[in-house]
C-alpha cells in the first residue's frame, strides 16, 4: 500500500507543478506586454522611430505599432505552446514568424514560418525579428528583410516614453 501512495503523490506534485508553470511561450508573452507603452529612437538610418505598443483583446493580443517613414502594424498571440507574430508589412504581405527564448528571458528571436500575400517564397519579405529587452525602460528590435535572397537588416534603439 505504501508504494502506492508514494506514486500517488508524485504524480499529484507532477500534475499540480505542471498546472502551475507557465510555458516559455506564456513568459516570453507575459514579458513583451510588458513593453505596453509609447517608445522612442534611432533607426538603422539615423532617423527618428516611435513604435507603440498595446495589449489588446482582453490580454489575447499585443500590437505593436510602428511610426516612421512607414507605418506598419505586428501582432502577437499565443498559439497553444507557440509565441507568434504576423507582420503587416508595407510591401502589402502578412509574414507569420515563431518565436525561440534565450535561456535568460531577454531576448525573443522570431523566424518566418510562412506569410499570406506572398507573391513567392522569395519575394521580399521581413524574415527574422529579434527584440532585446535588456530593462523595463529599453529594448531594441532588430528586423531582417530577405528579398531574392538578399538580406536587409534595421535596427531600432528604443527608449521608454515618459
Known amino acids: ?26 513568459k516570453s508573452f507575459e514579458e513583451l506586454k510588458s513593453l505596453n507603452g509609447s517608445w522612442e529612437g534611432k533607426a ?25 517613414d512607414e507605418d506598419m502594424i ?19 504581405n502578412q509574414p507569420r514568424m515563431v518565436a525561440s ?3 535568460d528571458g531577454k531576448t525573443i528571436a522570431f523566424d518566418f514560418v510562412d506569410a499570406t500575400n506572398l507573391a513567392s517564397p522569395d519575394a521580399g519579405h521581413m524574415n ?7 530593462d523595463a525602460n529599453h529594448h531594441t528590435e532588430e528586423w ?5 535572397g538578399k538580406e536587409m537588416k534595421e535596427f531600432f534603439d528604443l527608449r521608454r516614453k515618459k
Open 74 to 92: 505586428s501582432m502577437f498571440n499565443l498559439d497553444g505552446e507557440r509565441l507568434l507574430i504576423t507582420h503587416y508589412c508595407a510591401v502589402g
Open 128 to 134: 527574422r525579428l529579434i527584440v532585446s529587452m535588456p
Open 1 to 26: 500500500m505504501k508504494p502506492v501512495r508514494i506514486a500517488i503523490t508524485l504524480l499529484f506534485v507532477l500534475v499540480t507543478s505542471a498546472a502551475f508553470a507557465a510555458s516559455v511561450a506564456e
Open 44 to 68: 538603422s538610418n539615423g532617423k527618428m522611430v516611435q513604435v507603440d505598443y498595446r495589449v489588446t483583446s482582453n490580454g489575447s493580443a499585443l500590437m505593436s505599432e510602428i511610426k516612421g
Open 101 to 103: 527564448t534565450s535561456p
Open 144 to 148: 531582417i528583410y530577405n528579398d531574392h
